[in-house]
């Protein structure tokens, strides 16, 4: 994590609320593309792209050798996930319980 010289005016806890706040305020699959091609590095997209889809293979119960040959997503990076799907949050469990649901159609962003 980067040292800041200075203190932030903001409390970080408030702007990691403002932060997901914006994220669900997002009404379709390119509004929420358009927000992460402004909010991320390329590097940091392929980075959450990697780790988001060896989910589905650990859920599945794939050895990890499996799952780099399928995604090439390195072991160590599936290690970590792994360990987030048995140790975490629950964030991975949640959305990959609720991305796995028919979703209703996405609200027009006219």
Not at 12 to 30: H, I, K, Y
Not at 58 to 75: C, F, M
């Amino acid at each position: 994590m980067k040292r800041r010289q200075i203190e932030p005016e903001i409390d970080p806890g408030r702007a990691e609320r403002s932060l997901c706040e914006a994220l669900l305020s997002l009404r379709s699959v390119e509004e929420m593309r358009a927000f992460l091609d402004d909010l991320c590095t390329p590097a940091e997209r392929e980075a959450m792209r990697d780790r988001w889809s060896v989910v589905p293979h650990l859920l599945a119960g794939e050895p990890y050798w499996q799952i780099h040959e399928a995604t090439a997503v390195s072991i160590t990076t599936i290690g970590r996930v792994a360990r987030c799907l048995d140790q975490g949050a629950g964030g991975y469990a949640i959305a990959a319980a609720r991305a796995a649901k028919p979703r209703k159609a996405a609200r027009s962003t006219r």
